[in-house]
T-cell receptor, first 113, second 113 residues
Framework: NAGVTQTPKFQVLKTGQSMTLQCAQD?????MSWYRQDPGMGLRLIHY???????DQGEVPNGYNVSRSTTEDFPLRLLSAAPSQTSVYFC????????????FGSGTRLTVV | QQQVKQSPQSLIVQKGGISIINCAYE??????FPWYQQFPGKGPALLIA?????SEKKEGRFTISFNKSAKQFSLHIMDSQPGDSATYFC????????????FGTGTRLLVSP
């Protein structure tokens, strides 16, 4: 099935632990990005990539790291989890041309205790 | 900083009624005006979008109206159904490199049976 696949769907971490949220797309989209969604805050951009080997920071990058070695994959790493990182994380991808909209994954619900 | 203002924050409509959600933007470089629909526990999904060369676009019960001079666009849901109950986001973008999607804060629509 074409689309954006995120794993895991749910995760509980202890403060200080690290983990990687996986994101993969099979639509050959150039752009990929990570958002977090918190109640009352809408969706906020964490990191994004305009192509393999190119990444940049978004609005709320602290505590997160990304890399993009292939067009398909864009993992998000939490370096040392904090309770403030409890959120729902969405990966999204799009073509370079803005006229196709973004495709979102189904999300990862992360709880840091 | 790009600003996107969405209204209302929440909306209750009776089944069969018309739902109207508005989005105001500041950046005149935007050239793609989408609405995303998000159901609980799911990622946002592109619902309908319009380019600035037309003032209205209709897809089934969903219509976008675009007012370039007022820098506003709106989503109209005709014959609203309980299955339309979701959160709706506007997220206009341009076509000049990577566009950091700036989402409106969202409108929670509840269609009562």
């Amino acid at each position: 099935n074409a689309g954006v696949t995120q794993t895991p769907k749910f995760q509980v971490l202890k403060t200080g632990q690290s983990m990687t949220l996986q994101c993969a797309q099979d639509m050959n989209h150039e752009y990929m990005s990570w958002y977090r969604q918190d109640p009352g805050m809408g969706l906020r951009l964490i990191h994004y990539s305009v192509g393999a080997g190119i990444t940049d920071q978004g609005e709320v990058p602290n505590g997160y790291n990304v890399s993009r070695s292939t067009t398909e994959d864009f993992p998000l790493r939490l370096l040392s989890a904090a309770p403030s990182q409890t959120s729902v994380y969405f990966c999204a991808s799009s073509y370079r041309d803005s006229g196709y909209g973004y495709t979102f994954g189904s999300g990862t619900r992360l709880t840091v205790v | 900083q790009q600003q996107v203002k969405q209204s209302p924050q929440s909306l209750i409509v009776q089944k069969g009624g018309i739902s109207i959600i508005n989005c105001a933007y500041e950046n005149t470089a935007f050239d793609y005006f989408p609405w995303y629909q998000q159901f609980p526990g799911k990622g946002p999904a592109l619902l309908i979008a319009i380019r600035p060369d037309v003032s209205e676009k209709k897809e089934g019960r969903f219509t976008i109206s675009f007012n370039k001079s007022a820098k506003q666009f709106s989503l109209h849901i005709m014959d609203s159904q309980p299955g339309d109950s979701a959160t709706y986001f506007c997220a206009p973008t341009g076509n000049t490199g990577f566009q950091k999607l700036v989402f409106g804060t969202g409108t929670r629509l509840l269609v009562s049976p």
